[in-house]
Every structure is written in structure tokens, then in C-alpha cells.
């Protein structure tokens, strides 16, 4: 910049440890020489006149350099105290509005993050969803009450209500034995306790079901899902 911008070429590169402003990133310590052709790290990039320069690194915490900020003059003994306490509240502004944008594109790549994840979460439970919902076996899904001794209604799909000629709306929160009280006498009550308690999940073979409402025969495959339900996908076989 100023009278060096016709001088340095426009992909000039300063390597860590070279030259003052090179010293300055590698030790992450203000350089400031007054003689730059006395000063052991002084380097000449171009065809530049330096008499004294004036390095101050641009750090992020008290270890991470990300830059240096250099300014240069054709003058001896150019730069005082007033000179590296300027600069280096330059430089610790410079450093606070980087840590900040970076800051925010971390905080920008993250709500985007998250925003995919939950885009996936909605697909993922739109699909999970749609093959409940249509699936020709009856699968129903119950919360352990009373210590895992009975079970109420939390979903069904919609084979359930063919299967069994009821309607979601009137199961959703009843207990499985207030809807159908053949369950036990069938066996499955006692399978539902075991796979409950166990997490072990169990076919439960063709069985008859039968009480004053409806009668069949039904297979019964149960499993316990990491919420501590249960699910019964089951097939009327009558």
C-alpha cells in the first residue's frame, strides 16, 4: 500500500520465520527496526527502499497468529512507541472482527447443519410414516402401565382397524385388555410382559383370539424399541 503499492508484486508471499514480518508470525512478537539494512531479520521482497519497518502479528488468543500487519518507510528511525501502540490496536481490532466472522460462519454452518439434520429427520419420519400407515400387517404400538403388568394403546396403523373393525381415535390411551379382553387368555399378554422386561423380542405363533365382538386367528411378532415401548406387527391368518 502507499508508495510500496507499485513496487510488491500482487501475489507476493512472506514465509513464516522470514524477513521481520516472517519473525513477527513465527514468534508472534512486534518487530520494529529503525535501520532495516542493520536488522538481522530485515529481507528485502522487491526493489523497495526500507530504512524502518514496523511488524505487529495479528494473533487470536495468546499463541494463534493469523497475519501480520507491516508498514514500512524510506525515513530512519521512522516509528515510535505512539507508532506500536497504534498498530497493535490495530491489530487487536483487526484480530476481534476475524474472530467474529469466523464466528459466524461456524455459527452459519451449523444452523445449516442442523437444518439438513432436521430436513433428514422429517423425510426419514415422513417415510417411516407412510410404510406404517399402508403396510397390509397390523402393527400396534403400546406403553407398559402398572409395571409392565398391562399395556394401553399409543398407535396403530390402519390395517389394525380393518383387521379388528375398530377406529384409532377410540384406542389411542386405553388399556389392551379394556379393548380386547381375550388378549391374556390368548397368550399374547404374557408375551408382551416377557419381550418388556427382557428387551428380547419373540413371535408369538398362530393363535385364536376370540371374545364377544370378534374372533380370528393371529400372528404376532413383538419388540421393544429404545423408548421403552412395545411394537406387535401382527397378520390375521383366519
Known sequence: AGGYKDIFPSDLTVLVGEGMIGHAAETGEIQVSGDGEKNQYYVRKAEEITRSELSVPIKIGPKEVIGVLDIQSVELDAFNQIHVVAMNTLSTQIASAIRNARLYEKAQKEILERKRTEEMIRNSEMR?????????????IYEAVDNGNDFI???????????????????????????????????????????????????????????????????????KIPSGEIVAVYDDVT
Open 153 to 223: 394403546f399409543k398407535d396403530i396403523n390402519h390395517a389394525v382397524e380393518r383387521i379388528e373393525k375398530v377406529k384409532k381415535k377410540d384406542l389411542i390411551g386405553k388399556r389392551v385388555r379394556e379393548v380386547f379382553p381375550g388378549i391374556e387368555q390368548m397368550g399374547l399378554l404374557d408375551v408382551f410382559r416377557e419381550v418388556w422386561r427382557s428387551g428380547k423380542p419373540k413371535l408369538h405363533p398362530v393363535s385364536e383370539y376370540r371374545d364377544d365382538r370378534i374372533w380370528g386367528w393371529r400372528s404376532n411378532y413383538v419388540y
Open 128 to 140: 417411516f410414516r407412510e410404510l406404517f400407515s399402508n403396510m397390509s400387517s397390523g402393527v400396534a
